[in-house]
């Protein structure tokens, strides 16, 4: 009975094992699932977190976009900050025009009474201003605005002479009416003398004298006062100077050109000697020039103390006399251009990379340190800023008859002032 009994409670009963198994089982696969249950929740917050760091990325780009005004995928990275401006670190060669019609003008040839009328666009019947809108931005330094008033301290009993041609005319011009617009418009403030070879313009509270001395050549010529004289009948004394010289001592600062007018021609005729000496000898443009200013930088070495005076050398002011080098086929150079060029590095024909290559040369043997104002590249882009038609020829206005027929009239060597020659003055202004 006893054994039957434990048999029959044996049937009724799961043994152990099996319950402990089965139990087993049912709590790892209730792991299991809840693990994967984890997984894909923590997968699908992930996900959609994801989705949100887009959607933010997206919705950041587009309003970026938006304020630069570019498609999301060619926004600029932010620019680096610029430093300031360091004689000995920027390059003003390398730098970018931008356009700002809100610029406000230091002058216009209305409020500066000294502006020649040959280079007056604005008085002379330009219909366009645009050109006196942009600024010159160096890539790496800030260019400091010229200031009118700190430019007079530096001034203040001293005498800023510019030796050259017609284009440091116009740079005289324009550095005149800069410091003019800081100085009361009373006789007992100012004063003005002008000649053909010498003018000087007097501030007198400050005791400061801005001179210009007229001397296309730098050295000696039969042109130098009948500038009229063709360039075939042009004859240089390329080793004589002092009779330009002896005006240029004692000034404390001073500011040479001369390029252009070696430029009339593939030769040039030149004597040694005086010029009543019958023969002359043809040499080439720029042989001559490396003569004559080989001259020059043998009077400053010999002649100018650089502790007290500062020298300063102007390169290449370029022509625009060629439209097909700036892409506008049948052109008239510079005739009609109302805009700068804007391809960056632009180098065209009206910049002569051998006279240069003298320019550079022969000051880098001189023993007086000279500055070399670099104002080629900059001056490459704006084909806009030539006087070109509202100029005058032969002491006269341009005629409207003469205007049109631009293909005579159109000047693309000299520069409106107001222009790009107050852009020269401001980096002179920096290095000062």
Same mark, same amino acid.
């Given at each position: 009975?006893?054994?039957?009994?434990?048999?029959?409670?044996?049937?009724?009963?799961?043994?152990?094992?099996?319950?402990?198994?089965?139990?087993?089982?049912?709590?790892?696969?209730?792991?299991?699932?809840?693990?994967?249950?984890?997984?894909?929740?923590?997968?699908?917050?992930?996900?959609?977190?994801?989705?949100?760091?887009?959607?933010?990325?997206?919705?950041?780009?587009?309003?970026?976009?938006?304020?630069?005004?570019?498609?999301?995928?060619?926004?600029?990275?932010?620019?680096?900050?610029?430093?300031?401006?360091?004689?000995?670190?920027?390059?003003?060669?390398?730098?970018?025009?931008?356009?700002?019609?809100?610029?406000?003008?230091?002058?216009?040839?209305?409020?500066?009474?000294?502006?020649?009328?040959?280079?007056?666009?604005?008085?002379?019947?330009?219909?366009?201003?645009?050109?006196?809108?942009?600024?010159?931005?160096?890539?790496?330094?800030?260019?400091?605005?010229?200031?009118?008033?700190?430019?007079?301290?530096?001034?203040?009993?001293?005498?800023?002479?510019?030796?050259?041609?017609?284009?440091?005319?116009?740079?005289?011009?324009?550095?005149?009416?800069?410091?003019?617009?800081?100085?009361?418009?009373?006789?007992?403030?100012?004063?003005?003398?002008?000649?053909?070879?010498?003018?000087?313009?007097?501030?007198?509270?400050?005791?400061?004298?801005?001179?210009?001395?007229?001397?296309?050549?730098?050295?000696?010529?039969?042109?130098?006062?009948?500038?009229?004289?063709?360039?075939?009948?042009?004859?240089?004394?390329?080793?004589?100077?002092?009779?330009?010289?002896?005006?240029?001592?004692?000034?404390?600062?001073?500011?040479?050109?001369?390029?252009?007018?070696?430029?009339?021609?593939?030769?040039?005729?030149?004597?040694?000697?005086?010029?009543?000496?019958?023969?002359?000898?043809?040499?080439?443009?720029?042989?001559?020039?490396?003569?004559?200013?080989?001259?020059?930088?043998?009077?400053?070495?010999?002649?100018?103390?650089?502790?007290?005076? /500062?020298?300063? %050398?102007? =390169?290449? $002011?370029?022509?625009? #006399?060629?439209?097909?080098?700036? !892409?506008?086929? &049948?052109?008239? *150079?510079?005739?009609?251009?109302?805009?700068?060029?804007?391809? /960056?590095?632009? %180098?065209? =024909?009206? $910049?002569?990379?051998? #006279?240069?290559?003298?320019?550079? !040369?022969?000051? &880098?043997?001189? *023993?007086?340190?000279?500055?070399?104002?670099?104002?080629?590249?900059?001056?490459?882009?704006?084909?806009?800023?030539?006087?070109?038609?509202?100029?005058?020829?032969? !002491?006269?206005?341009?005629?409207?008859?003469?205007?049109?027929?631009?293909?005579?009239?159109?000047?693309?060597?000299?520069?409106?002032?107001?222009?790009?020659?107050?852009?020269?003055?401001?980096?002179?202004?920096?290095?000062?």
């Amino acid at each position: 009975m006893v054994q039957l009994s434990a048999i029959k409670r044996v049937k009724g009963r799961a043994p152990l094992s099996v319950v402990v198994a089965i139990i087993g089982g049912l709590a790892l696969a209730g792991i299991i699932f809840t693990e994967d249950l984890r997984g894909l929740t923590v997968k699908e917050k992930a996900t959609e977190n994801q989705r949100e760091k887009k959607r933010t990325s997206l919705r950041t780009e587009i309003r970026t976009s938006a304020l630069l005004s570019v498609e999301p995928e060619t926004a600029a990275p932010p620019p680096v900050p610029k430093m300031a401006f360091n004689a000995s670190r920027c390059s003003v060669t390398n730098g970018y025009w931008t356009y700002d019609r809100s610029k406000k003008l230091p002058y216009t040839d209305q409020t500066c009474p000294y502006v020649d009328r040959q280079d007056s666009c604005q008085s002379n019947g330009r219909p366009d201003t645009d050109y006196l809108y942009w600024d010159w931005h160096l890539d790496d330094c800030i260019l400091p605005r010229f200031d009118p008033v700190s430019m007079l301290e530096k001034l203040r009993g001293k005498r800023i002479m510019f030796v050259g041609d017609s284009l440091l005319l116009g740079q005289w011009l324009s550095f005149v009416c800069l410091v003019n617009s800081a100085v009361p418009d009373t006789p007992d403030a100012k004063s003005m003398e002008r000649s053909r070879t010498l003018s000087v313009y007097t501030v007198k509270e400050y005791n400061a004298t801005v001179e210009f001395y007229w001397a296309p050549f730098l050295v000696e010529s039969n042109s130098d006062r009948n500038i009229s004289l063709g360039a075939s009948g042009r004859v240089l004394h390329v080793d004589a100077i002092e009779g330009h010289a002896k005006h240029w001592r004692r000034a404390d600062i001073l500011v040479f050109d001369s390029y252009v007018w070696w430029m009339t021609g593939y030769s040039i005729k030149t004597v040694w000697g005086s010029f009543g000496d019958e023969g002359y000898e043809e040499l080439d443009a720029w042989v001559a020039y490396r003569l004559g200013l080989k001259t020059w930088a043998n009077w400053v070495d010999s002649n100018i103390d650089h502790t007290a005076t /500062r020298v300063f %050398f102007m =390169s290449i $002011s370029t022509t625009h #006399m060629r439209s097909e080098d700036w !892409g506008r086929e &049948g052109g008239i *150079r510079c005739y009609n251009e109302t805009w700068p060029i804007t391809q /960056r590095g632009y %180098f065209g =024909s009206g $910049s002569d990379r051998r #006279m240069m290559e003298v320019m550079s !040369g022969v000051l &880098g043997r001189m *023993r007086v340190p000279i500055t070399l104002l670099n104002i080629t590249q900059l001056t490459e882009h704006r084909v806009d800023a030539h006087v070109s038609v509202y100029t005058e020829t032969g !002491g006269l206005l341009v005629t409207d008859e003469q205007k049109a027929d631009p293909q005579q009239y159109t000047d693309c060597i000299h520069w409106c002032v107001p222009g790009v020659p107050d852009t020269w003055n401001q980096l002179l202004y920096a290095h000062l």
